[in-house]
């Protein structure tokens, strides 16, 4: 009947209305710790804030409880949800390792802090994940990439230049990278002071078409600010009209794949991480030590590095099994 009040719309059986969830009790705290004391940075700091709301939705919605008191088998019970959950997706264990590895440290410090008297999560077995090698370019591909960054003009263009090639020359994560300080530059401009995960400094030297690039750009600094604003945007390196000041890491990235389509190059193939790669492998291709790449990286660990030696290594068997006179390839071919 017209101009009658309609009826509330009825609930779908069996789905309830989820309602926001609130943050467990002690994860504020834990993550404040995580800065603090292990100078986790703000984007490792959301994401261990994701991956414990998460964790303690399901508990909820289980009705198995509250992350704080969650059992063992609690907390098996979300492992072996996430993965059937994620079960086509590639990413399924290093998702599942990645909470885990959360959980572990969460409740390490309920325990270190006198909240709970044991610690769920050290008995929970870690997934096995197979080592995939990094991807990367090759050397021509750079080339082409640089060449396309070199031949750009305006402001937009050769700030592009001077972040492709800071990147490639110095390795840089794309975080450090975009939010380089103006006083990173060493005042000869032949090295860059680069602040790395924990707080972490280390001397990072620049090569000869990186110094130039900068300098090449330097004077179109003003362009990327914004008036009233420079006192934020003037700290960085690479400045930006976004809120931070700075240059964003989706932003560039999204530039450095229009930049691979110019290049001829499968834009979903290149990333600012990918050619951190490539710094790390051409490095060693040309008989770079390990330990100099390690610092140069900023790796804690230098078996995080080692990686890039399989890399290499594999390049080099695919290369004797393709030319070798005496390969199966190449037996192949004859037959």
């Not at 590895?101 to 769920?120: I, M, T």
């Not at 330097?218 to 008036?227: A, H, Q, V």
Request: contains cysteine.
């Amino acid at each position: 009947m017209e101009g009658a009040a309609p009826k509330p719309a009825k609930a779908r059986p069996g789905r309830p209305r989820k309602a926001p969830a609130p943050p467990p009790p002690w994860v504020d705290a834990f993550l404040d710790m995580m800065v603090a004391e292990r100078g986790a940075s703000a984007n490792t700091r959301e994401a261990y804030r994701r991956d414990l709301t998460d964790v303690a939705a399901f508990l909820r919605q289980s009705g198995l409880g509250g992350l704080d008191n969650a059992s063992s088998d609690d907390l098996r019970a979300y492992l072996a949800h996430l993965a059937a959950d994620r079960i086509k997706e590639k990413s399924a264990v290093k998702t599942v390792a990645r909470r885990l590895s959360a959980l572990r440290q969460y409740y390490k410090f309920l325990v270190s802090e006198g909240h709970r008297a044991e610690d769920p999560a050290s008995v929970l077995d870690t997934p096995k994940q197979g080592r995939s090698l990094p991807k990367i370019l090759t050397e021509a591909d750079v080339g082409a990439l640089l060449t396309a960054a070199a031949r750009l003009g305006a402001p937009e263009g050769r700030r592009l230049n001077a972040l492709l090639e800071v990147l490639y020359a110095t390795g840089l994560r794309v975080s450090e990278l975009v939010g380089l300080p103006m006083n990173a530059l060493g005042r000869d401009g032949r090295a860059l002071i680069v602040r790395g995960k924990g707080g972490k400094e280390r001397l990072v030297p620049l090569s000869a078409p990186a110094r130039e690039a900068v300098e090449a750009y330097l004077p179109d600094r003003p362009y990327f600010m914004t008036k009233g604003r420079e006192g934020k945007q003037g700290g960085f390196l690479f400045p930006s009209r976004a809120t931070s000041g700075a240059l964003t890491r989706q932003r560039f990235g999204q530039l450095l794949k229009d930049l691979a389509i110019m290049a001829g190059l499968d834009p979903a193939k290149v990333s600012p991480h990918v050619l951190r790669h490539c710094f790390a492998t051409h490095l060693l291709d040309h008989g770079a030590d390990l330990r100099s790449v390690q610092k140069m990286l900023g790796h804690a660990d230098i078996g995080t590095t080692q990686i890039y030696t399989h890399v290499v290594g594999e390049r080099l068997r695919r290369t004797v099994e393709e030319h070798h006179p005496l390969s199966a390839a190449k037996k192949g071919k004859r037959g």
